[in-house]
């Protein structure tokens, strides 16, 4: 992770979450391909009540790329992805 606060799983973890829900793992990259950060996460719900949501599994930036907004930015961008998969406009996995 690029900071010790943030949780940190075991390589099938992070691999489960990329492949059921690849939409849901974004990456930051700087102009020279530095990893600025990133955020994962899942949708939840129910498929009979047809109720989704984002859910956010960790969220990470680099020390030397706080206090840009790069956070606010990465979870704005999660959200636009459950809003469109809760309304069905999103074809990702289910």
Known sequence: NLDPLTETY???FYLQ???HWPEYFIV???PG???MGYIMGKAEGSVAREEWHGHVT????????RRLGLAAKLMELLEEI???YEE??????R
């Open 88 to 93: 069905g406009t999103f074809q990702g996995h």
């Open 10 to 12: 075991g390589i099938p």
């Open 58 to 65: 960790a969220l990470s930036v680099a020390p030397e790329f």
């Open 28 to 30: 930051a990259e700087a």
């Open 82 to 84: 459950s809003e469109r």
């Open 17 to 19: 979450y990329l492949a």
């Open 33 to 35: 391909g530095e990893l």
